[in-house]
């Protein structure tokens, strides 16, 4: 292994790796999946907790120093403490693991104080919307009072920052970007604005209706004043001061707006696929190997293989793109 194995062709290395547990969710975004029919990965192919840090520590001996979990949903993997304590306990060269998690919230309230004791160290909480029948629209589920229930016990269980991630669209819950943003400053939450990608399970998205990092920026500056802030670093988010500051309000445009070049992003899915990009259409399975018997060498010659052939970019703009085959429920965010 090379000094920096995590190091791909363009020179960016790779300390974050997203860990999906699961393809399940207890929504159905309708930017997400689809309200029914939704073909689950079988549980046999789904990687078991002691595979699954197996792979985690071994990337952690690669150069990992923060992991993401996400789902599907993954407050419905039952054996999530004991997911996150294991992370915890790893240290790589850099120190201890960061372990962080992307979650809808709902059920939250009942397991906040165990995953922070177990080492959780931040939640970033999906919230598209404050009215409670855009969110039965949105997410096909009437459940914003047991949204809105879990981010309060993420805030009383000790996370700080709480993240909101909110993804607006177009004619749905656009004309809220500035209410959102107005509730998270009354509370102490870090709102992020991320533009709509083509990772539905319908292939239903379109440029057209995709409402745009710029138009985001354009509805709230009608009522704050934004200041860009100079330091982004590797971070997939453009954060603004809000009128001065200390609060901030961030956009994520990995459409409009790539962050490619400074990408340091990894991901597992539940079922053992390395992807080095969330747009790639191929991946790399270490499942397979991993339970033929492999040694932690050979399969960290398949990450560092597989990150040598990682592209540039996503290439989202080329007409020739081509949106990749599972949804982003099964790719994990």
Known sequence: MTEQPLTDGFGRRHRDLRVSLTDRCSLRCTYCMPEQGVPWLAKPTLLSTEELLRLVAMAVDLGVTEVRLTGGEPLLRRDLVDV?????????????????????????????????????????????????????????????????????????????????????????NDQEAVDLLAF?????????????????????????????????????RTAHRLQPVPTRGSAPAELFLVDGGPETVGVIASVTAPFCGACDRLRLTADGQLRTCLFATGETDLR??????AGDEALQRLVTSALAGKRAGHDIDDPAFLQPPRPMSAIGG
């Open 84 to 172: 996150v304590a294991g992370i915890a306990a790893m240290t790589g060269d850099d120190g201890p693991v960061e372990v962080s998690m992307t979650t809808n919230a709902l059920g939250l309230d009942r397991v906040a104080d165990d995953l922070r004791a177990a080492g959780l160290a931040r939640v970033n909480i999906s919230l598209d919307t404050l009215r409670p029948d855009t969110f039965r629209e949105l997410a096909r589920r009437d459940r914003l009072d047991d949204t809105l229930r879990g981010v309060r016990a993420a805030a009383e269980a000790g996370f700080h920052p709480v993240k909101l991630n909110t993804v607006l669209l177009r004619g749905v």
């Open 184 to 220: 998270a400053l009354e509370h102490g939450y870090q709102l992020r604005f991320i533009e709509q990608m083509p990772l539905d399970a319908g292939h239903t998205w379109t440029r057209h209706g995709m409402v745009t990092g710029e138009e985001i920026l354009d509805r709230l």
């Open 288 to 293: 397979t190997p991993l339970r033929a018997g």
